[in-house]
């Protein structure tokens, strides 16, 4: 079931290893067959150096196993919650990079401060919320996807494809798995140049021109960066 879909999320847990954005088991990829109403996502807690395509879970939109012998990724409620409210998306991660953690851990959004944070990004990325004594100890998961979704209440997710949760870590997406983990390398670069640049000059702000510049160059129907 869905096998060209479960080497699709299979690749894009390697390529987060491969782009450094985890280590151990820190992380987890998912992609969704809307046609279908299943999704496909990382086992919890398996190595990468033993991972397998076979191991990837299939489940429903009601978070059921379909298929698979082993345990969803403990952050699937997360991923199911997400393709649920963003209707337009293919896939999602989610990681413990550096750089972007550290802005989650300090409870601060990624300010939009140059070109390259705006060729992907069309305003600054947002942080949430902290969770209270209800979602952090009823259905936890699910609820951190919540958060995500009122965190971006007048803000289009395809516009601004990723997340800080607040204490917790960085969330990517995209119209599909590959280009969520794109997202999420782009996060993880522009955290750390605004990491720098922030402490060169704490007061700087970026041209507002320059920010719709970049994005609609890359993005929208008079787009021409690219062949």
Known sequence: M?????????????????????????????????????????PSGVDYDVMKPSDMVVCDMDGKV??????????????????????????????????A????????GIPNIGT??????????PCTRQMNEEEVFGEYERDTGKVIVERFEGIKPIEVPGV???????????????NAVHNAVVMEQVAIMASISLSVNPALKMNPLLIKKHYERKHGKNAYYGQ
């Open 101 to 108: 953690t550290a802005w989650a851990q300090a409870g601060v």
């Open 164 to 178: 800080l949760v607040h204490n917790h870590g960085p969330f990517s997406w995209g119209e599909d798995v590959h």
């Open 116 to 125: 390259t944070h705006a060729d992907y990004f069309a305003q600054d990325i």
């Open 66 to 99: 379909v298929e698979g012998t082993l345990k969803p990724s403990s952050d699937m409620p997360t991923h199911l919650y997400l393709y649920k409210h963003f209707e337009d998306i293919g896939g999602v991660v989610h990681t413990h990079s550096t750089y």
């Open 2 to 42: 869905l096998e060209a879909l479960k080497e699709e999320v299979f690749k894009a847990n390697l390529d987060l290893v491969k782009h450094g954005l985890v280590i151990f088991t820190w992380g987890n990829a998912s992609a969704i067959d809307r046609g279908k109403g299943l999704f496909v996502i990382k």
